[in-house]
């Protein structure tokens, strides 16, 4: 097994969509970023790429470059589940919280754990989604996401060529 954790900050902005958990969500505002500035999937993005040890996002995607402003978050998620199996590990499950003023979560919940589930490949029984408000802790204008994930060892196909040279008692090795 591996664990992995992911933490983003984004600033609210008017005359942006607001994108979170890659759903829009009906808002005033929305969270400026060089992407589409889905705080949720950049946490994601990082939980996922620590958990194999791939580095981080800006690693993969520099914010210099230009190619990735607007982009849609969901590749960069793509991008990490990609190297996630790569490194020969399958999703377990996800758990998240996000931190904000407005607008309220709950209601939206459920279509970001189908969405953030979808973009997996897992159940959205697999998605924790969570919401919380600042508090006063002076955050009111960001959306800030945390994001912890479990990777499991991916099982390996039992006939592939590497497994078969190596069996012990084969018929080749048998022969000699
Ligand atoms: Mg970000």
Redesign the pocket.
């Known amino acids: 097994m591996r664990i992995g954790y992911g933490w ?3 600033e609210f902005r008017a005359g942006v969509p607001l994108k979170i958990g890659g759903v829009v969500l009906p808002h005033d505002r929305g969270l400026a ?3 589409d ?3 949720l999937l ?2 994601l993005t990082d939980a996922l790429l620590g958990a194999v040890a791939a580095g981080d ?1 800006g690693g993969f995607f520099p914010p210099s470059d230009p190619k990735w402003k607007g982009a849609d ?1 969901a590749i960069f998620v793509e991008e990490a589940l990609k190297q996630v199996r790569k490194a020969g590990y399958s999703v377990s499950n996800v758990d998240s919280t996000l931190i904000l003023a407005a607008p309220k979560i709950g209601l939206h919940a459920g279509n970001i754990q189908a969405r953030v589930a979808e973009l997996l490949g897992i159940s959205p029984g697999q998605v924790g989604v969570k919401a919380k408000t600042p508090e006063g802790m002076g955050t009111e204008n960001a959306a800030i996401a945390h994001v912890a994930v479990l990777l499991i060892e991916t099982p390996k196909p039992k006939t592939s060529p590497q497994s078969r040279r190596k069996a012990p008692g084969t018929k080749r090795s048998r022969r000699r």
């Open positions: 983003d900050s984004h970023g060089h992407s500035g889905d705080v950049h946490a996002i978050s």
